[in-house]
């Protein structure tokens, strides 16, 4: 990921001049495929441009650091708003912006949650890797190359379609025909239910068997898509839609030798967010020092030039354990969902509660810090790289998945029980034995709090609740527990698993592009 770093604070004014800011307005011919791609560079450029921008927190325009961009923003990221829209979360910023988010009732003109994913233009991006694959196949390069850049295109076309899918359901996904004829303005549906997971997991499988298992921290190709990455996208697909037999595959492939993934066992000089707690292997999977550490499956990579903006948007000003890094007091984890974690679990400690700042009086919320606050240039940034996935959610859906698919949880095969085990030891909590799970719905229940709690503002808890089929009442349950502001949300009649699409896309689709229920 460093040299695509240096590359896109230059190549993005130069690619975008190369085509239009819509992508749907493109026009292929403008661009003159005799001279402009020729070489490696200019793929690898093409790539950088049109693949891993939106994966970054740069700017579509190329005007520089801008941590309110990419999907993955400290300040509003599809983990953000997935967590938020779930049991755990919720912003003190008021319920104007985000209370339908957080009460599960998002209006097709909601802003988090329905438009802003589109107002940050993440959706041209299909069409332009679409067109990057068609511009690089006709290239007189390498072939291994070449085979590796036109990989990374579809791992991003399966990863982005997979965050869209699990968001919105299908999309409009253009096709080359109708890229390459933008004076038409021709307004295409969505894909079926069908055609959206077939578009996911056929680009997803191409991409896992053409590139590298993993790159290590130390190789200058680290934060490019990996084999293992399109593996982890397809073990979160597949267990969305069910597909536990699957799910299994991934999981397992996962497990193999070749990738080196492990779970961070080994606390380092990490403590949390308290500086005399004594050090947990916990806190250290989010530490300067162990950055890039065996756990991490793919994780946005910052340095110097972009930075992540996570601490402001959840400490409050004067708190002592900031370590020098400003409070703006927004997002928060709510009473009733920190009340759920056992005592003696170490992650406790990366979390600001009254039990590490008892002057705070945090009544209304604790701060889900998590990462080492370390800033970078300033109060309000930091360049710690943002782990997106990791080993722990791979193997806790594998033992999800092997229960699921009829296999045993009760520890007669010890592998469902062994996988989440090794989660909780390294949390510092005793293990669950056979005569702790009383059936395997008990189970799944023991097994996806623990995720909650290992993976809290990591945007796997909506994800959670929806597979299980307890979305809706959680939400509910969430609505009417008296939060600030909530008033205005109670006893809601019903809530959706997915959200609505934004009102202008389905004003500018004429009838031909349908609206998600709300």
Request: net charge negative; with cysteine; proline share 5%.
């Amino acid at each position: 990921m460093n040299k695509i770093k240096l590359y896109l604070a230059v190549l993005l004014p130069v690619i975008m001049a190369l085509q239009s800011c819509e992508l749907e307005s493109e026009v292929f011919n403008d661009i003159n495929t005799s001279i402009y791609p020729t070489t490696e560079r200019d793929a690898r450029d093409l790539i950088t441009g049109n693949v891993y921008t939106p994966f970054t927190t740069v700017a579509f325009d190329g005007t520089g650091e801008n941590v309110y961009q990419g999907i993955f923003s400290g300040a509003n990221g599809f983990h953000l708003l997935a967590d938020m829209a779930s049991d755990i979360g919720f912003c003190n910023w008021g319920t104007g912006t985000w209370g339908a988010l957080e009460f599960g009732q998002v209006q097709p003109t909601t802003q988090y949650g329905s438009t802003i994913i589109y107002d940050k233009g993440y959706h041209r991006f299909f069409g332009k890797m679409l067109l990057t694959i068609d511009r690089i196949q006709g290239l007189d390069i390498d072939a291994d190359v070449k085979a590796r850049y036109i990989a990374e295109a579809k791992c991003g076309l399966g990863f982005l379609g997979f965050l869209f899918y699990d968001w919105y359901g299908p999309v409009v996904i253009p096709d080359l025909e109708t890229l390459k004829a933008p004076q038409e303005a021709k307004i295409l549906p969505r894909l079926s239910e069908d055609a959206m997971k077939t578009f996911i997991e056929t680009n997803l499988k191409e991409a896992a068997a053409v590139l590298p298992a993993t790159y290590a921290h130390s190789d200058p190709e680290y934060g490019r898509f990996t084999a293992g990455l399109a593996h982890m996208v397809l073990l979160k697909f597949y267990m969305q839609t069910q597909q536990w037999g699957k799910a299994i595959t991934e999981g397992k492939e996962l497990m193999k030798p070749e990738y080196g993934y492990q779970l961070v066992t080994d606390p380092g000089n990490a403590t949390g967010v308290d500086p005399d707690a004594t050090p947990t292997a916990y806190a250290n999977i989010f530490s300067v020092a162990n950055e890039g550490n065996s756990e991490t499956i793919w994780a946005v990579n910052y340095n110097s030039t972009y930075k992540n903006e996570w601490f402001p948007n959840v400490l409050m000003g004067g708190c002592p354990l900031n370590n020098g890094a400003a409070g703006w007091d927004g997002y928060k984890i709510i009473p009733q969902f920190f009340a759920t974690f056992e005592a003696g679990d170490q992650r406790r400690n990366t979390i600001i509660s009254n039990e590490n700042w008892p002057e705070g009086n945090l009544s209304d919320g604790v701060l889900p810090v998590k990462y080492e606050i370390n800033t970078t240039g300033g109060n309000t940034r930091s360049a710690l790289d943002w782990i997106v996935y990791r080993y722990a959610d791979a193997i806790t859906l594998l033992a999800e998945a092997i229960v699921r698919n009829g296999g045993d949880f009760s520890g007669g095969s010890p592998e469902p029980l062994d996988l989440l085990n090794q989660v909780r030891t390294r949390a510092g909590l005793t293990v669950y034995t056979a005569a702790d799970i009383a059936s395997k719905d008990d189970f799944i229940a023991k097994l996806l709090m623990e995720r909650a709690h290992e993976f809290y503002f990591e945007g796997v808890r909506r994800q959670d609740l929806i597979r299980d089929g307890k979305y809706e009442e959680t939400m509910k349950w969430k609505c009417n527990l008296g939060l600030s502001g909530s008033a205005s949300f109670a006893n809601p009649a019903k809530i959706y698993d997915r959200m609505p699409l934004p009102q202008s896309l389905i004003t500018e689709g004429q009838g031909i592009i349908e609206q998600n229920p709300y």
